[in-house]
């Protein structure tokens, strides 16, 4: 992580849900500054009874359903891919492309319930999200799709968001609406959301189609890159992460009174896996491994990430490394690395602090 990036992830650690103020935020074009009550969103496509749903109907007219998750970029920890395993295209996200938030909002299953869309007849649909307010870098507009099943899931918890821990969705986080697919790459996450299509096809969207998508090893350019992006899924559920966020690459640390280092950092679970269930931190290469503690939170913490942290004995000098890896409930174990891809996007390698001065 850059100094600026452990800065801020030693802040957003202070508190279990992370502040506004402190949050993240990742664009594709400018910001749009919408009415709530003039804004409206659109549902249509392949269901029965289309809609036209104001904000207010959306605070009104549906139960409000709260979901507590982590919020993560694709590319959260590119700059470790390009400098451990081989250079990327794409902005250089260090380790801090995510928070963690109270959601709240209606679910997305009982809108389109009321638009008439059922679980027997949604068998090979996507749900895809529009957002036209704003011209993307791109593309005219921004999207993304997911399957539907996913979304008909009360389990999944996916809501149409108007408030972030407890007050309205600034600007920057969408406002007045977008929604949250717990467990699924942010960049599916649409903001400002105006528009909701059940159709038979993923969303047509660049950013759905031509990006965020974990290419083959052989596409290691634009131009041989091409061939890929039609035949390689959309990247969707997030892996099994964890980050050392303290101390940061290239510290030095004076060790405690006792002789041991203090690491701290968060994980994240696969997808719908969590919560994470154990975090371990080796001082040695991965030969030996410390359980660390997972900080206590009286929240469900199967969508959201967990702090962790653990003192351990390391020998004093220079050039030394902290690794982390995560596991969660559904089984998943982090690895030492994952796959390269031109995009730079899912890595989940172990956490890492490196170049540490120990004294």
Not at 85 to 91: A, C, D, P, R
Not at 107 to 120: E, I, M, N, P, S
């Amino acid at each position: 992580m850059y100094t600026s990036e452990i800065m801020m992830y030693d802040a957003k650690r202070q508190s279990f849900f992370t502040p506004e103020n402190i949050s993240y935020d990742r664009n594709h074009g400018p910001i749009p500054h919408l009415a709530a009550d003039t804004h409206t969103v659109q549902i249509d496509g392949q269901v029965p009874n289309p809609l036209s749903l104001s904000v207010h109907q959306l605070q009104t007219d549906f139960p409000q359903h709260e979901v507590n998750c982590a919020l993560e970029c694709a590319g959260n920890r590119r700059h470790t891919m390009r400098t451990l395993l081989k250079e990327v295209e794409g902005i250089d996200w260090g380790d801090a492309a995510v928070m963690n938030c109270t959601w709240k909002g209606p679910r997305l299953r009982d809108v389109l319930h009321r638009a008439g869309l059922t679980q027997d007849s949604c068998q090979g649909l996507y749900v895809a999200f529009s957002c036209y307010a704003v011209q993307c870098q791109e593309d005219d507009w921004f999207g993304s799709s997911v399957e539907v099943e996913r979304c008909l899931d009360e389990d999944m918890d996916v809501i149409l968001a108007l408030e972030m821990n407890g007050s309205p969705l600034t600007p920057n986080h969408g406002y007045p609406v977008r929604v949250v697919l717990p467990g699924v790459a942010g960049a599916r996450w649409v903001k400002w959301l105006d528009r909701i299509t059940v159709q038979d096809t993923e969303s047509s969207n660049f950013y759905q189609r031509h990006d965020y998508k974990v290419l083959p090893p052989e596409a290691v350019d634009s131009a041989s890159a091409e061939p890929f992006w039609d035949r390689t899924p959309a990247m969707c559920d997030m892996p099994i992460n964890s980050v050392v966020g303290v101390p940061g690459d290239g510290d030095t640390v004076h060790l405690s009174g006792s002789g041991t280092l203090e690491v701290k950092g968060y994980a994240v679970p696969h997808g719908a896996d969590g919560p994470v269930t154990r975090v371990q931190v080796s001082v040695d290469g991965g030969q030996a491994w410390t359980d660390a503690e997972i900080e206590g939170s009286s929240v469900e913490r199967k969508w959201c990430w967990v702090l962790w942290r653990v003192r351990v004995r390391v020998e004093r000098g220079a050039g030394k490394e902290v690794l982390s890896r995560a596991f969660d409930r559904g089984g998943n174990v982090q690895q030492e690395h994952s796959q390269w891809n031109l995009r730079g996007v899912g890595y989940n390698g172990y956490g890492r602090a490196r170049d540490l001065t120990i004294i």
